[in-house]
């Protein structure tokens, strides 16, 4: 059976679940290289759906029909990819898609500098979306990863990561938002990598699976939705111009919140309900949207046509390098299976409350892990840390040695810094050489580079926080 026609079974099962109030999810298997397996799981539940994810639309050929990353599987294509191709994008394959790296008005330099200068627009969706609901869903969020979900007000977001049990080794990282529902019935937005979202699925569907039987909600991918990012200090006033007259307004919504609201096309009228989050991943401010992808191209086109002078596109080259001045991490690179959140310098994730009660996976790993050795804990061997490095520029795999040769770690993102016009890179090393302001020295191409440890993030982040004014994050 081909992919699409599978796939678009599985949205007929999916709503017919819906309709009946079924509990639904589907688990997607690589068998070989392109080969898929698919189980539909029911249970009952029923209750209220957000406005932005109500029906589960079949997949369309040619739109994220696939999970396979394999080289010899057709890469898929998000809905803006006629945009990117318009605008003169350099296409790539990322994750199982057709991605913009760069377009030809600006090299990625340009673009990164333009992006914390004004605004760009990124073109995010290949990540995963999802919607977990239901009596059970806090639950199970608190089973798999480190977040006081309880806590989590209403149209806020916070960053999380699932995790392996036992070892407490990070499965993905996740920007995980509490939507507005009954309290009888709570309602949550979920987004991981694309690059993990085979992995992820066969995680949550045995999570869930292993469940009580008398568990109750429904985990839904929003395959028909696309996401969008506008990052930069400008994006509050690009945003705007597209909100309805006298609507909704942006001075209220801070960095970790959303909304959901109509967005113009680019022929006069309004989209349905768009779920608006402010923050992103490059340090700026910024939004990210999440868009039915028949609107897509046109609030796309409509945000470039009325703001030519402040809005340019960007791709993955400008977003790595944003990402990394930010010091923040790629899954793959600078986290793994075998990493915790505090190797990983998120110990932050785990707020105080989770540390007391635990109950979380890997917590007999992960708890211990947060107090030193000479306090009782075990601490860790390694951290994650920041690096400025002389001469060339270090890559991914390069040597973090001490003055004598000895080896102290490894270098998992690195590039040079268009905002510092420096090298940076961010790396794990052995405890105890982890400390700002230690020199070590890198190995790039056999040639040892002076290097030392700095803080992160290696440029000053500017979130909107509730408060007023900009706050680094």
């Given at each position: 059976m081909k992919t699409t026609t599978l796939l678009n079974a599985i949205g007929r099962e999916l709503n017919a679940a819906r309709a009946a109030h079924r509990y639904s999810t589907f688990l997607l298997r690589l068998n070989g290289s392109c080969s898929r397996s698919y189980t539909i799981l029911v249970r009952p539940c029923a209750?209220?759906?957000?406005?932005?994810?109500?029906?589960?639309?079949?997949?369309?050929?040619?739109?994220?029909?696939?999970?396979?990353?394999?080289?010899?599987?057709?890469?898929?294509?998000?809905?803006?990819?006629?945009?990117?191709?318009?605008?003169?994008?350099?296409?790539?394959?990322?994750?199982?898609y057709s991605m913009p790296v760069q377009y030809s008005d600006l090299s990625v330099g340009d673009s990164h500098k333009w992006t914390r200068a004004k605004a760009s627009l990124f073109d995010v969706g290949h990540m995963v979306q999802h919607h977990l609901s239901g009596p059970s869903s806090p639950a199970l969020l608190e089973l798999i990863t480190p977040t006081a979900i309880s806590a989590l007000a209403p149209n806020h977001s916070t960053l999380s990561c699932l995790l392996h049990p036992v070892t407490g080794g990070i499965v993905d990282d996740a920007v995980i938002t509490r939507l507005p529902s009954p309290a009888s019935f709570p309602s949550f937005y979920i987004v991981t990598n694309a690059a993990c979202r085979a992995k992820d699925l066969a995680y949550l569907s045995a999570q869930i699976a292993s469940l009580d039987p008398s568990a109750r909600l429904t985990h839904t991918i929003l395959a028909s939705q696309d996401l969008i990012a506008l990052q930069g200090p400008l994006a509050a006033s690009i945003l705007s111009s597209i909100l309805p007259p006298g609507g909704p307004s942006?001075?209220?919504?801070?960095?970790?919140?959303?909304?959901?609201?109509?967005l113009q096309l680019a022929h006069g009228t309004f989209s349905p309900p768009c779920l608006v989050s402010r923050g992103g991943y490059t340090g700026e401010d910024g939004f990210e949207i999440s868009?039915?992808?028949?609107?897509?191209?046109?609030i796309a086109e409509n945000l470039m046509r009325k703001n030519p002078e402040t809005l340019r596109l960007a791709g993955l080259g400008a977003r790595d390098s944003l990402r990394l001045e930010a010091g923040m991490c790629l899954y793959g690179h600078d986290l793994d299976d075998s990493t915790t959140p505090v190797e990983a310098g998120l110990a932050w994730i785990v707020?105080?409350?989770?540390?007391?009660?635990?109950?979380?996976h890997g917590a007999e790993a992960i708890l211990p892990q947060l107090t030193a050795t000479k306090d009782g804990g075990t601490g860790v061997g390694r951290r994650r840390v920041g690096l400025v490095i002389d001469g060339a520029p270090a890559r991914e795999g390069a040597e973090i040695v001490s003055d004598g040769g000895e080896p102290l770690g490894t270098v998992t993102s690195g590039c040079p810094s268009p905002s510092l016009g420096t090298n940076i890179a961010m790396g794990y090393v052995r405890s105890g050489w982890h400390k700002v302001g230690t020199e070590v020295g890198v190995l790039v191409r056999g040639?040892?580079?002076?290097?030392?440890?700095?803080?992160?993030?290696?440029?000053?982040?500017?979130?909107?926080?509730?408060g007023g004014g900009t706050a680094p994050g």
């Open positions: 209750g209220p759906q957000p406005p932005f994810c109500q029906s589960f639309r079949p997949v369309v050929p040619g739109r994220k029909a696939s999970t396979s990353t394999s080289d010899t599987a057709p890469l898929e294509r998000t809905s803006l990819y006629g945009l990117h191709v318009d605008h003169g994008a350099k296409m790539v394959p990322f994750a199982g942006l001075h209220t919504l801070y960095f970790g919140q959303c909304a959901s609201f109509p868009i039915p992808p028949e609107h897509a191209p046109s707020p105080k409350a989770r540390r007391t009660r635990g109950g979380f040639k040892r580079r002076a290097a030392r440890v700095v803080r992160m993030p290696f440029v000053e982040t500017r979130y909107v926080r509730e």
